[in-house]
């Protein structure tokens, strides 16, 4: 199943967060139900575009988005959240 965002919306998939940090920490249960605040951009709604010029997003971008927005939602077994574009802080350059 395909998802298609409206407007100026961005459907974003969840990235999996590691069960232990980098120095091996192992992470509680509790520290692993934080909302994750980073995704990959996999749909873009017409709306992003702007008229003038390039979007500021794109499919497969990582970005980083406002802790608490959006509309979680889940297909076929992924986690997905819906956003407004004025949610997302910023793209994560590679």
Not at 12 to 36: C, H, M, N, W, Y
Not at 61 to 75: E, N, P, R, S
């Amino acid at each position: 199943m395909k998802i298609k965002p409206l407007d100026n919306r961005v459907a974003v998939k969840f990235i999996q967060e590691d069960e232990k940090t980098r120095s091996g920490i192992v992470l509680p249960d509790t520290a692993k139900e934080e909302k994750p605040q980073q995704g990959k951009i996999v749909a873009v709604g017409k709306g992003c575009c702007p008229e003038d010029g390039e979007p500021e997003v794109h499919e497969g971008d990582m970005v980083v988005f406002d802790k608490y927005a959006g509309t979680k939602v889940t297909i076929d077994d992924e986690e997905y959240v819906i956003v407004s574009l004025d949610d997302v802080l910023a793209v994560i350059a590679n």
